[in-house]
T-cell receptor, first 112, second 115 residues
């Protein structure tokens, strides 16, 4: 029973356009959500997070949106750059880093 | 500026062999974690150590043991490796386990194959 799902295994976007990565969750107790980015042969690195008391958080080209009623999280990257090509994991927690639940990941490819 | 360092990067074992994966962090973090990543399954927590001297099971602890050697080091041991333990293993650390803004810092991973 996967509590955090990323239903798109891969996404291809043209350079300069918007990339939208989606994540759905089932546990209404989740109160903190994060996105991690992973390059090949490297560990995941933290990208952006959002608390359940907010519906939007922005950091430069990256914006995370949270729709609690739909139990849906999305990451927008604008504009997309070749260096954004990576695997993106969403994660959610119901209290503490030891309770983080990760999605399966979405491989984003930015085409020149 | 090493962050989280894992060794080895690659390992091939035969079924039944044992090995220890090493992890060290230089960020003075209190909490450390071991995850495994399998295709189509995301990262799953094996064990974690909330602080020096404590360890707790995560989602998939069977077949593994851990040791928090000191504040910096957290090792993962496979006593009798099985093909189902073929995976990529990541060590991670955070300042604490609790708190809204806790972020994990990951090592670069160990690719383990059990034949």
């Amino acid at each position: 029973d996967q509590q955090v799902k990323q239903n798109s295994p891969s996404l291809s976007v043209q350079e300069g356009r918007i990339s939208i990565l989606n994540c759905d969750y089932t546990n209404s107790m989740f109160d903190y959500f994060l996105w991690y980015k992973k390059y090949p042969a490297e560990g995941p690195t933290f990208l952006i997070s959002i608390s359940s008391i907010k519906d939007k958080n922005e950091d430069g080209r990256f914006t995370v949106f949270l729709n609690k009623s739909a139990k849906h999280l999305s990451l927008h990257i604008v504009p997309s750059q070749p260096g954004d090509s990576a695997v993106y994991f969403c994660a959610a927690s119901a209290g503490g880093a030891q309770k983080l639940v990760f999605g399966q990941g979405t491989r984003l490819t930015i085409n020149p | 500026n090493a962050g989280v360092t894992q060794t080895p990067k690659f390992q091939v074992l035969k079924t039944g062999q044992s090995m220890t994966l090493q992890c060290a962090q230089d960020m003075n973090h209190n909490s450390m974690y071991w995850y495994r990543q399998d295709p189509g399954m995301g990262l799953r927590l094996i064990y974690y150590s909330a602080s020096e001297g404590t360890t707790d099971k995560g989602e998939v602890p069977n077949g593994y043991n851990v040791s928090r050697l000191n504040k910096r080091e957290f090792s993962l041991r496979l006593e009798s490796a099985a093909p189902s333990q073929t995976s990529v293993y990541f060590c991670a650390s955070s300042e604490w386990t609790f708190g809204e803004n806790e972020k994990l810092f990951f090592g670069s991973g160990t690719q383990l194959s059990v034949l």
